[in-house]
């Protein structure tokens, strides 16, 4: 299922990324569940990833 969804959203994902998918459900995992969830969560990564790598060059430039 995840890997369909996947197919089915991967025109919504960004680029660059390596995704791996570790499913923690109580509930019985659905095809349409996936699609929704899997667009909102790597959003969600990579805007922490940006986070800090920009938080990571800030310091950069501090130290020099």
């Given amino acids: ?3 369909e969804a996947y ?3 991967r025109h919504d ?4 990324l390596d ?3 570790l499913p923690q459900t109580a509930s019985e995992p659905s095809l349409d569940g996936y699609r929704e969830s899997l ?3 790597v ?3 990579e805007a922490k990833l940006k ?3 920009m938080e990571s060059a800030n310091k ?3 130290e020099s």
Avoid: E, W
Avoid at 13 to 16: F, H, I, N, T
């Fill in 7 to 9: 197919r089915l959203s």
């Fill in 39 to 41: 667009p909102r969560l």
């Fill in 1 to 3: 299922l995840i890997r």
């Fill in 60 to 62: 950069f430039r501090q």
């Fill in 43 to 45: 959003a969600s990564a």
């Fill in 19 to 21: 995704i791996v998918c």
């Fill in 13 to 16: 994902l960004p680029g660059g």
């Fill in 51 to 53: 986070r800090r790598a």
